[in-house]
C-alpha cells in the first residue's frame, strides 16, 4: 500500500519532481498518520459504545445528554482530557513517567502496520505477519512496568507487577494457539492466513452442513482453539474479567494511577487498540478475515433466507414470550433477503472478498469482549495463573496437536 | 475429576451469565427507570375530600397564594399548625388605593411579606379553609426544583435552615418599600411613645408639684386644719393622666396560640400541632446543626412586628 501510494504521489505532474525515496517517505508517514487517525477514532467510538453497551446491560440509558442520544459525549470527554491539568508526581521518576504512555500507545498502534484490512489495504503485507503483531504487542507490558515503577505509588507498582506477571502467563497459550493455525496453513503472512480460509466447506471436513472454510470450522481443535485465543488475548490486554491490574476495588486505577489528563488518555487509547487489535486477529486467524460468508451470489441468497428464517422462529417463540417484540432482527434479515433475491449486484458484493466483511467480524467480537466484561466477575490472582497454567496452557498443546492428528486424517497433509 | 466438573461448571455458569446480561442488553428500554427532568410521572388523581371535585379532586403539594386577594387577615397564619406561614402588613394610608380582590372586598392591609416555608410546611391543608377570599390554595405541583438559586427575602432567622429555596415570598411588594413601610411604622411608632412619654413627664411634674404642694399645705393644714377645694381638684385631675411608664417596643410577648384556632375547626385531638409552650424551648428541639445559639424566635419577631401594627393601627 505503501508502495501504491508513493507511485500514486509520483503519478501527479506537479509531485513528479520529488525522488522516488522522498514519495515513498511521504506515503510512509501519510499511512503511518492514517493508522493513528483509524485508532484514535475507533477508541472515540468503542467508548461510547461501551458505555452504551454497559449502560443497556446493566438497565440504564447511558450517555444520553450530548448531542442526540449522547453520540458527541466522548468528543466531549476527549476535549476535557486535552485541557486538563499535565501532573507529574513530585517524586516520580520523571523520564520514565514520561515516556511509559507513548511506550504503551506506539507498541499498540504499530502492531496496525500488519493488519489486513481487506485484501489490497494493509500497510505492510510482511511475510511474518502473524510473528510482528504478537511479538510486538508485548512491548505494552514494558510501557505498563515503566509507567507503574515510575508513579512511585504502591497501587501503581502493584498493578504493573500483576500486569507483567498476567501478560507473560497468558502468551504462552496464546502463542501455541496460534502455531496451530501456522500449522495448518503454513505461513505466518496474515494475507496468506485469510486467503486459505476462502471458499465453502462441510462443517469439521465431514459434517454436510455447509460453512465457509474459516478455521474456526476446520477442525473440533480450532473450534476450541478460537475460544481459547480469545481467552488468552482477553487476558493479554487486561480486559474484564482479567482486569487485576488495574481493578478498581483493589488498586485505585492500578498503573493509571498518577496519570491524568492526555497521559491518561493515552492508557485510554491503547486499551481500545489493544482490544480492536484482539478482534482484528480473531477474525484474521479464525474467521476468514475479509472473506465473505457467502462463496456465490446464490450463497448469499440461500445463506439470508436461512438467516431469517431463524430470526422468524427467533421472534416467535423467544420473543414472543416478553412483554415487548423486539422485531428489528427479524425486519433486518428481512430487507437484507429481499435485497439479495431482488438485486443480484447486491448479493454479488454481499458474496465478494472486502473490508465490509472484516469490520463486520471485527464489530461482532468486540462486542463479544464487551459482553464479557460487563456479565464476568473478575479472576483472583491464585484463579488466574490457575486458568492459564493448568487449563488454557493444556488445552492449547492439545489443540496443537490434534490439530496435527486431524489434518492427517482428513488427508491435507501426507507424511 | 473435580478438575473436569470445575471447567464444566465454570462454562456453564458464564453462559448463564451471558445469557442473563443478553436478556437485559435486548430489552432495556422495557426495564429502564422514568427519565426524570425528561418524563414525569403523570400527577395521581384522586379525591381527598375537601371541596368541589373538579378543585379539589387532586393531590395536596406545593401551596400557592394569589397575592392580589391577599387581604392580610392572618387566619391563615393563625390557622397553620406548624407555623410555617409569616405574614407581615401595614395598614393603608388614607388616600392609598391598594385594590379590590375578586370577590369585591377592599384591601386595607398593605401586605409587604407573605412567606411560606414549604421545608416546614406539613401538607394538611388547614390554611385553605379559614381564607376568607380563597387566596391560599394547594397545588398538585410536588417538584420542588429550581434552576436558579434565588436569593429571597427572608429573615436571617428563617435562614439558619439554609433552605432559602423552600422559602416561598408570595408578596409582590418590594423590599424597599417594605423597609420604607417598616421604618415609617417606627417612625410613627416613635412619635407616639415620644407623646406619651412627654404627657407622662408632664404628669410626673404635676404630680410632683402636687405633692410639693401638699407638703406645703399640709405645714399649713396642721396650723389652720382648712382644706382647699381647688387643690383637691387638682388631684383628681392628675390621678388618671398617671399612666405606666411606655413598655419599650419588642417586650417578650408570648407567641401567638394557633392551637385553638385549629382546633376549633377540626375536631381531633390535635397532638400533633401541640407547640412548644415556651418559645424558648424550641431551639433545643431543633437539629444540632443551627450555629446560632438561643437565637431569637422568629414567630415571637412576627409577631412584634404585628403588634407594633395593631398598634399604630
Known amino acids: 500500500m505503501i508502495q501504491l501510494l508513493a507511485n500514486w504521489i509520483l503519478s501527479f505532474d506537479m509531485l513528479s519532481g520529488m525522488g522516488a525515496s522522498v514519495a515513498w517517505g511521504l506515503s510512509l508517514f501519510i499511512v503511518a498518520a492514517l493508522i493513528f487517525v483509524f485508532v484514535a477514532v475507533n477508541a472515540i467510538v468503542l467508548v461510547y ?333 491464585d484463579q488466574l495463573m490457575y486458568l492459564s497454567w493448568k487449563v488454557i496452557l493444556p488445552l492449547s498443546l492439545i489443540n496443537l496437536m490434534g490439530v496435527a492428528i486431524w489434518m492427517w486424517l482428513t488427508g491435507e497433509i501426507q507424511f | 475429576m473435580s478438575y473436569f466438573s470445575n471447567i464444566t461448571n465454570a462454562i456453564t455458569t458464564l453462559v448463564d451469565g451471558m445469557k442473563v446480561t443478553m436478556g437485559y442488553f435486548v430489552r432495556a428500554r422495557e426495564h429502564v427507570t422514568l427519565q426524570y427532568p425528561d418524563e414525569v410521572w403523570p400527577i395521581p388523581t384522586r379525591n381527598i375530600g375537601v371541596g368541589e371535585l373538579d378543585s379539589y379532586n387532586t393531590i395536596r403539594s406545593k401551596l400557592v397564594v394569589d397575592f392580589e386577594d391577599c387581604i392580610g387577615c392572618k387566619a391563615c397564619e393563625r390557622a397553620c399548625p406548624v407555623d410555617c406561614i409569616h405574614i407581615e402588613t401595614f395598614k393603608a394610608g388614607p388616600e392609598e388605593d391598594i385594590g379590590t380582590t375578586k370577590n369585591g372586598t377592599k384591601i386595607k392591609l398593605r401586605v409587604t411579606s407573605f412567606t411560606i416555608d414549604m421545608s416546614e410546611c406539613m401538607f394538611c391543608d388547614l390554611c385553605t379553609p379559614p381564607c376568607p377570599e380563597d387566596c391560599i390554595r394547594m397545588t398538585p405541583d410536588y417538584q420542588f426544583v429550581s434552576n436558579d438559586n434565588v436569593k429571597l427575602d427572608v429573615t436571617p432567622e428563617e435562614r439558619w435552615r439554609d433552605r432559602g429555596h423552600l422559602i416561598y415570598q408570595f408578596s409582590k411588594v418590594s423590599p424597599e418599600e417594605r423597609a420604607q413601610r417598616g421604618a415609617e411604622a417606627e417612625k410613627e411608632a416613635a412619635a407616639k411613645a415620644a407623646a406619651l412619654e412627654a404627657k407622662r413627664i408632664a404628669a410626673e411634674k404635676a404630680a410632683a408639684a402636687k405633692a410639693a404642694e401638699e407638703a406645703a399645705q399640709k405645714e399649713v393644714t396642721e396650723e389652720t386644719q382648712e382644706v382647699n377645694p381647688s387643690q383637691n381638684m387638682v388631684e383628681a385631675a392628675a390621678a388618671p393622666e398617671v399612666t405606666p411608664p411606655q413598655a419599650p417596643p419588642g417586650p417578650p410577648t408570648q407567641a401567638k396560640p394557633p392551637v385553638e384556632a385549629g382546633m376549633e375547626r377540626v375536631d381531633l385531638p390535635m397532638e400533633t400541632s401541640a407547640v412548644p409552650e415556651n418559645p424558648v424551648d424550641k431551639p433545643v428541639e431543633k437539629p444540632a446543626f443551627t450555629e446560632t445559639p438561643a437565637e431569637p424566635e422568629t414567630s415571637t419577631d412576627t409577631n412584634d412586628a404585628s403588634k407594633g401594627e395593631t398598634e399604630n393601627g
Do not use: C
Not at chain 1, 113 to 137: E, H, K, R
Not at chain 1, 229 to 234: D, K, P, Q, S
Open chain 1, 49 to 381: 459504545i461501551e458505555r452504551k453497551v454497559s449502560a443497556f446491560m446493566q438497565v440504564r440509558l447511558g450517555p444520553m445528554r450530548v448531542g442526540k442520544y449522547g453520540t458527541l459525549q466522548t468528543v466531549a470527554d476527549a476535549l476535557k482530557l486535552l485541557q486538563k491539568e499535565d501532573i507529574i508526581p513530585k517524586m516520580a521518576d520523571k523520564v520514565l513517567f514520561v515516556v511509559g504512555p507513548w511506550v504503551i500507545l506506539v507498541a499498540s498502534v504499530v502492531t496496525f502496520a500488519a493488519i489486513p484490512f481487506s485484501d489490497t489495504l494493509l500497510a505492510a503485507n510482511m511475510n511474518i505477519g502473524l510473528f510482528y503483531v504478537v511479538s510486538i504487542s508485548s512491548i505494552v507490558v514494558l510501557g505498563i512496568v515503566m509507567a507503574g515503577w515510575a508513579s512511585n505509588n504502591k497501587w501503581s507498582l502493584y498493578g504493573a507487577m500483576r500486569s507483567a506477571a498476567q501478560i507473560i502467563s497468558y502468551e504462552i497459550p496464546v502463542g501455541i494457539t496460534l502455531i496451530a493455525v501456522v500449522a495448518v496453513v503454513g505461513s505466518l503472512n496474515l494475507q496468506t492466513i485469510i486467503e486459505a480460509q476462502g471458499g465453502t466447506g462441510n462443517l469439521f471436513h465431514w459434517i454436510p452442513i455447509p460453512l465457509p472454510n474459516w478455521f474456526i470450522f476446520h477442525s473440533p481443535f480450532l473450534f476450541m482453539a478460537a475460544f481459547v485465543y480469545l481467552i488468552g488475548a482477553t487476558a493479554e490486554i487486561n480486559r474484564v474479567p482479567f482486569d487485576i491490574p488495574e481493578s478498581e476495588s483493589e488498586l485505585v486505577a492500578g498503573f493509571m494511577t498518577e496519570f491524568s489528563g492526555l497521559r491518561w488518555a493515552l492508557f485510554f487509547l491503547s486499551e481500545y487498540a489493544n482490544a480492536t487489535l484482539v478482534a482484528f486477529l480473531v477474525s484474521i486467524v479464525f474467521l476468514g478475515g475479509w472473506q465473505s460468508p457467502f462463496s456465490s451470489y446464490q450463497g448469499t441468497q440461500i445463506g439470508f433466507s436461512i438467516i431469517t428464517i431463524f430470526a422468524l422462529f427467533w421472534t416467535i417463540f423467544v420473543q414472543g414470550k416478553t412483554k415487548r417484540l423486539s422485531v428489528y432482527p427479524l425486519g433486518l434479515s428481512l430487507v437484507i433477503t429481499i435485497a439479495a433475491w431482488l438485486f443480484p449486484g447486491f448479493a454479488i458484493w454481499m458474496a465478494s472478498p472486502g473490508i465490509f466483511w472484516m469490520l463486520m467480524k471485527v464489530a461482532g467480537i468486540i462486542f463479544l469482549l464487551m459482553w464479557f466484561r460487563w456479565t464476568f466477575p473478575r479472576l483472583r490472582v
